[in-house]
Every structure is written in C-alpha cells, then in structure tokens.
C-alpha cells in the first residue's frame, strides 16, 4: 500500500520551521588592508463497498471552527508537475505552530486550478457514531477535494512547494471560509491581526517571472549595497534596470489595501516574484534610494536616446502603491514594535490610514475601511463603533467610519476628503443559489477617488488628475475657527426598505442610514462668476484677469507691488508644499511668469518649467501653482464680488459658499429640492437568479431521501444530520460541548489507529465498484473583483442617479420624495473650496456672516 495514503499532518505540523529562503543582503565589514495522484487509489479504497458512490470533483465543505482556531495548510512535498495537495489542519491561537502566512494579490481569474484539499480540522469520533457516515468521511479526507483556485493564487503555490520538505503556511483564501460571513467576520475582526503578526515570515508573493522582473529583482540586490553605487545613476546601461525596477512597482499587489496591514504587522517579509527572491528590507531601502536619486534618474531618461519614459509617468512615482507602501510601513512609522515583533503602539488614527493610502484597492468595497482596523490607534474605540460584519451594506460600514472620525475629531474634514472607492457594487456570495449583486448610491458627503490627485489606483499610472486636497491630514486652514462638529447627525431609515423581487429573510444586506448628514454652517455668498476649467500645464488669461492683473501683453517693466495680492495668493492656496505661509519670493516668482505671457494672454507653466534658463524659484513656484490649481475653476462670489479663491470643476454659477462648523475649509454646497434615492438596491436580475436557483435546490432538497448514498454536491443535496456532507447553507457544527470534546492539544490527536481498523476490511477485498465522475464544480475564492461601478449620481445635476433598476416598488423611505410648499431643502457637497482672505476663522466674527447661520441637510 501506499505510504503516503494515511499521510498524517498531525505528524508534520509541530516540527519547528527551517530557516527563511531569503535573507537580507549582508552589509560587508571594512577589512584591514511527489506524491502519487489520489485518482490512482479511489478505487482501491471503495473497493468491496456495495452501494457506494464517491465523488472525485466537488466544492469543498468546511467544518465550523472553536472560538480561538484557525486553520493552517501543510502543502505537501512535490515536483513541479505534481497535483497541488494540501491539508488543512486545525491551529488553536494559543498553542500556533510555527508557520508562514502568504500575501498576494487574489486576481479577477476565474477559479479555474485544480488543488486537493483535504480537511483533518476535526476527528471522525467528534463527529459521527453510525458507521456509513464514518466510512464516507474517512474516504473523503484520504481522497481530498478536488478544489478549484485562481491563477495567481495557485503559480504562487507551486513557487512555494518545496521538493524535500512540506510547507506550512496560511493563505486566506483556503484558511478562511469565504461563503461563510459569519465566520469570515470573526476570523478578520478578532484573528487577522494575530495571524500575520505571528507568523515567522511574510511571504510576498508579485507573480510570475518575467525578463524584466528578473532584472528588477537582481537590481535591488545592488542597491543595497551602499559602496557599489558610485556611478550607477549615470551609466547608460542602468537604464534598462530602472526601467525594469519601475515596471515592477507596477505589480498589482502593491495595489492591494490588505497588504499594508499584512506587512506592518509581520516579522519577517520576503518577495517573491518568479524564481527570485529578496528580502523586504532590502526591496524597501532599494525603493527609498530610488525616490532619492529620481530627479537624477529622471534626467538621465530624458537625455537617453535608446529607452524613453514619459515624463508624466516618471512623475507619477511618487504616487505609486509601492513608494507609499514603503513609506508608510517603515519601522516606527505606523508602529512601534518590542525586539520580539509584538506590536506595542499604534500610532495613526482611521482618519489618517484611510485618508492617505487611497492608491490601495480592495475587491471588497467595505474593506477600504475594514482592512486597516488592526493597525488603527484606539483600538477599544474603533472595535465599538466599526466592528467588521459582512452583513453590513457598503453605506452602513461608510456611514460608520465617517461618524467615527467625527465623534474621534470633532472635525467635518472628512466629507472634503477624498477616499472612497469609485465601484459601489457588492456581490456577495450566497450559500445556496446564484450571488447576489448589490447597488449603491452614496451621498455627496463620500467623496470617491474620481477627484483625487492621481485618481483611482488602477490610474495612477497615468500622472496627475486633479489637484491636491486643500485639507490635509494635519490641519493647515482653520475656516471655522472655534467652532466643531458636535452637532452633526446621521439620520437613521424610519422603515426598512424592501426588495424587489422580495427576498428570503436575512438574504439582504443590514442598512439602517438613510445616508443625510445634518450639519451646522454660515453662508458666505453664491458664486456669479466663473472662469473655464485651468488646462493642465496653462494659466489662462481668463483668471488672470478675474484675479485683477491689468497689465496683459504690456511692454513694461514692473515691480512686484503691481500684481493683486489675492492673484498670487490664490494661485498657490496661500501655502507653499509644506502647508506653511509663502514666503515673498512667490510674489516676485508671479510676477515674473506674468511677463512672459504668450501671444494670448496665456501662461504656459509647462514651457517655463523646461526651460532650462528658468530660475529655480520660479520652478518652484510653477510646481506649487500646477498642484493648487489642475481641474480647478476660479470663482468671483458673494452680493459685492467679495469673494475670490478656488471652486472644483463642477462647481456652478449659483452655487453656495459655505463654512462648515468643525470643517477647516470652506465648501461649495448646492442646494435641492428633491431628496435622491442613496443607499443599497438589490439588482433585479441577480435577485431574480437567485430565487430561481434557491427554489431548484428547494425542489432538490426535498426529493433527497435520508436512505441515498450517492454525494451530488452539484444539486448540494444533503441527506440526514449524521450523514457526512452539509449544504453551505449549514456550516458543519462543531458538536457538542466542543470546550470540553476537544483535546488539550490538539497538534498530538493520534485518530489512525480508530480509523486503521475501520478500513481494512474494505482494503483487502477485491470487488471493483464504479465511480461517478460528474462535471467539476467551481469553489472559487474570488470577490467582488472586475464588477460594474453601482449607479452613480451626475454631479452636475439635481435629478437622482440614473439606473437601469425599476424602484416603482421599492420602500417609500427610499424613494425621491415630490416636493411640497414647505419641504426642506436638500444640499448636495460639490467639494472643498479656497477663498482668499476666508481660510483662518475671520467670518466667524463677521455679524454678516454669521446671522446666515442655519442647518445644512446633507444628500
């Protein structure tokens, strides 16, 4: 027989872990001068079991954890060419094996790679008494599940899978039960976090290897290595290595939102890509000697003649997930670890980590929140008000966030920043039946990362977008002086809406906001004039002459007293790139700029810049200028033209200006009559799918009789309790009084010898039975990547989002509402604004201002 049949991981799992593949690159001291397949033995093992049909290929059933478990895989040794086996055994929080815990990047694949996976999580005694029951699910874990992952997931398999020695490692998408929200929400909220940080090494996986990653990955290993850099930055061979280390900056894992939380909290990382490997120290400190030398390397492309790069991607490396991953997670940055790894203090709020990393997606849109929990400051606080639940809708868990920020602040600069992700739609995997997709409309007051600086991260590469956020993360304006935010309200739905086509109860998605923010605030005046949107890289005559410059196309030599005050300083929001007050070289570097106007009046900032006869602070000053005001309007407001400063592009004649109790910057609200329709929509032919399959395996259910053998996970047909298989619809309990059945440890559970005695009578007879072969099925580990955006509303109208969805049946608290004589005003925020002479409280004691005093409902 076999050796490898009754193959126990028990056996493997406490031997200590060998040392890391990869260490960091040395720093030099100064000298003095294969397994075989489990097709090939099914039918031995059900050999001589009379009506016995066994399955090879279906969708794996996972066994319901004790509270304080997780699961660990042992990949099992093998060839390249081998099948992928893996076990899963069960791993109490306070007696962990040694393991390694893998990060990478899920993919939009479809699962379509076969792995076996075989469960060893529970003991058939805990589980069964009949003898049937026992012998199929003894069966079922010699054989394995046939289980099918995505690519990604399954190259960064192989890569790990040693040949002489078996792995021990968790993956989340094999060590968490995806289709079990419950459990998902557990192991996330109260594990996750000790998981990685646990783990004796991270593994970082970017993907296949390529001729230009290998390159890459050699070239970190060089610039670590301090005292071989002299010169490197100006040999035109170098080149095809910067190029090489840029492109892999690109790896969409550096995109990820839940690596930031997977690399801050581990001990050890190393990054695999390929066949190389290196460890994350090193492929840290050779990304920050990049951004180091960049304008150097940016130079040396632009005099190159064989390789060119666009000098707007150049540019947009400092946007990049991998520079903002390295910078953020550098050691005591976001926290402050003991000798040990343990994590000690946490240093930055939710506010801040959600607010600067926006180049980090997640398939889920909720996780844009969720997976930067465990290394947020007030742990205590945070777990109360933002405790992860996937049963939650995408605008509960948003609405949830920006109420903690507010209530931790005392602040409404959250609303002016822009953080959320730009698709809204969920689809959440059901465990019987077809998915589910959820649409959502968010309020004006979530502002999405359409109107970042860089955009979303799938754009970044592009270069700029818009401008950068006059409020940042430490307060640099004060627009509302004294005042906070203690008086903002989140309503809350009067009624729950329903769905339609009405669904099962508990199908839908918890969302008790009505997503209407009321807040407190003084109105400085409407907007009666606007310039055209600023052209990236121009500054048009037009906003020269709202901002009072008189002397266009005039041949006169001037002092830096002619230009208008209010002209400079709004041209660079009155801050220079530090958030501090511009020193006077800004105004004589504008006026500078003003005399060099073209034929129309207009000043064409990117000229300048590459001119090389520029004076540097003029540089300077243009730089500051293209950041202020990319894709923004200049506006004149207010009852006398009082009012001058910075509007988005959006924003339109009518407008209101307003400052916000507890905002640091002015806003732009524009006010509507009707209310529009926010929140989640469950789509119609999603749901209509899924009523159709819940009610097919509604008919399948109940034809299945408690007497059948034959396993058909296609139909999930299950048969009596005691049987082996159970719908995902019911996770595999963990039986009674699991406290106590469990063993004191469980690593050193000896089951064979029970099991041993169960099997040899069925080994040693010699009648051949027929396997069933039916079509595999897909247990994929994907979410939510690749879906459409959810309907969104046009932000340059007062209509509700447009949609292909029929709502004529929704709930009434979700429905537009007509308006009526005395009906209140709705406001939508158009976005943060500046306003010269307006940033610093001086309205707060203005009476004309602050009799405008009232109440603003947010939509």
């Known amino acids: 027989m076999n050796s490898e049949l009754f193959f126990n991981p028990q056996d493997v799992i406490l031997e200590p872990l060998e040392e890391h593949d990869v260490e960091s690159v040395r720093v030099s001291r100064l000298k003095p001068v294969g397994f075989r397949q489990p097709s090939d033995l099914l039918d031995k093992i059900t050999h001589g079991v009379k009506g016995l049909t066994v399955s090879r290929s279906f969708a794996h059933t996972y066994w319901r954890l004790p509270p304080r478990n997780i699961r660990v895989l042992l990949l099992r040794r093998g060839k390249n060419n081998d099948v992928l086996q893996l076990d899963l055994v069960r791993a109490p929080l ?71 020695r078996h792995v021990k490692i968790w993956v989340d998408a094999l060590c ?68 090489a280390l840029i492109e892999l900056m690109r790896s969409r894992w550096f995109s990820r939102r839940w690596v930031i939380q997977e690399l801050s909290l581990a001990r050890s990382a190393s990054v695999y890509c390929g066949t190389k490997a290196v460890h994350w120290d090193d492929f840290a400190d050779a990304i920050s000697v990049f951004m180091e030398k960049l304008p150097m390397v940016r130079s040396e492309f632009q005099s190159a003649e064989k390789i060119k790069i666009k000098a707007e991607g150049l540019n947009a490396v400092e946007a990049f997930g991998a ?57 205590e606080r945070n777990r109360k008000a933002l405790q992860p639940d996937y049963n939650k809708s995408l605008l509960e868990v948003y609405t949830e966030f920006v109420r903690l920020c507010i209530d931790t602040s005392a602040s409404l600069d959250i609303i002016c920043r822009h953080w959320a992700p730009v698709n809204t739609t969920l689809i959440i995997k059901q465990p019987k039946g077809e998915n589910l997709r959820f649409d959502t409309t968010l309020p004006s007051w979530i502002q999405n990362l359409n109107a970042s600086a860089f955009g979303t991260p799938d754009k970044i590469f592009r270069g700029r977008k818009n401008a950068d956020s006059l409020v940042g993360l430490q307060r640099i304006y004060n ?31 918890t969302e008790t906001y009505d997503g209407t ?82 034929v129309n009046g207009d ?8 001119d090389p006869e520029c004076p540097e602070q003029v540089v300077s000053f243009l730089k500051r200028v293209q950041d202020v005001t990319w894709n923004r309007k200049v506006f004149i407001g207010g009852e006398y033209g009082e009012l001058f400063g910075l509007v ?86 963990s039986g009674p009084s699991t406290e106590t059945s469990s063993p004191a440890n469980p690593w ?73 004589p005395n009906a209140p005003t709705y406001y939508e925020l158009i976005g943060e604004c500046y306003v010269n002479g307006k940033m610093d409280g001086e309205v707060c004691d203005i009476e004309a201002y602050t009799k405008t005093l009232q109440r603003f409902v947010l939509v």
């Open 748 to 820: 050193t559970e000896q089951p064979w010898a029970a099991q041993a005695d169960i099997l040899s009578p069925i080994l040693e007879t010699e009648q051949l039975i027929p396997v069933d072969l039916p079509a595999s099925s897909t247990n994929g580990y994907q979410s939510n990547g690749g879906q459409p955006n959810g309907s969104q509303r046009d932000p340059n109208t007062n209509s509700p989002p447009t949609s292909a969805v029929d709502y004529s049946d929704l709930g009434s608290a979700s429905q537009p509402s007509q308006p009526e």
């Open 176 to 243: 968490i039960n995806q289709r079990d929200l419950s459990e998902k929400t557990e192991q996330i909220s109260k594990y996750m976090s000790e998981i990685y940080n646990r783990a004796l090494n991270v593994r970082i996986w970017l993907g296949g290897a390529s001729e230009r990653s290998d390159i890459a990955m050699d070239f970190v290993k060089e610039l670590v290595q301090f005292e071989e850099l002299k010169g490197i930055f100006h040999r035109e061979e170098s080149l095809q290595k910067w190029a």
């Open 479 to 509: 627009a509302s002086g004294k005042h906070t935010a203690e008086t903002a309200e989140f309503a809350q739905r009067t009624q729950q809406r329903s769905s339609n086509p009405p669904l099962p109860e508990g199908v839908e998605l």
């Open 648 to 733: 988005p592009k959006k924003a339109k004649e009518g407008d209101l200006i307003c400052v916000l109790y507890g905002c640091s910057v002015p806003v732009v609200l524009r006010p509507v009559k009707e209310k529009p329709l926010l929140g989640q929509r469950v789509d119609p032919q999603s749901a209509e799918n899924y009523l159709a399959s819940y009610r097919t395996v509604g008919r399948r259910r109940a034809s299945t009789t408690s007497k059948s053998v034959k396993v058909d996970t296609a139909a999930s047909t299950t048969a009596d309790r005691d049987d082996f298989f159970i719908p995902f619809s019911q996770p595999r309990e």
């Open 603 to 610: 000043v064409r900032m990117t000229e300048l810049m590459n």
């Open 323 to 379: 520079r903002a991953l390295v910078k953020t997670t550098s050691p005591g940055n976001l926290l402050q670890k003991g000798n040990d790894g343990s994590i000690m203090e946490r240093k930055k709020t939710m506010e801040e980590l959600v607010s600067s990393l926006i180049s980090f997606e997640s398939q889920d849109a909720r996780d844009t929140v969720y997976a930067l929990l465990a290394i947020a400051r007030n742990q």
């Open 94 to 164: 306070d007696n962990l094996p040694d393991y390694e815990a893998l990060s990478y990047e899920w993919g939009d694949s479809p699962a379509v790679n076969p792995i076996i996976l075989r469960d060893f999580t529970t003991l058939v005694t805990e589980r069964y008494t009949n003898a049937r029951s026992r012998l199929q699910f003894l069966l079922f874990r010699i054989v394995g599940t046939r289980t099918l992952i995505g690519k990604n997931l399954f190259d960064a398999l192989r890569a790990i899978r040693k040949t002489d």
């Open 517 to 598: 923010l009321t807040v407190q605030g003084l109105v400085l005046g409407s907007i009666t004039a606007l310039s055209p949107r600023m052209i990236p890289g121009i500054l048009p005559n037009e906003v020269i002459a709202m901002g009072g410059w008189d002397y266009s196309l005039q041949d006169k030599e001037l002092t830096v007293d002619s230009i208008p005050d209010k002209l400079w300083r709004t041209l660079v929001a009155n801050k220079d790139p530090e958030g501090q007050p511009p020193e006077g070289v800004y105004r004589r570097s504008c006026v500078f700029i003003l005399q060099r106007e073209d």
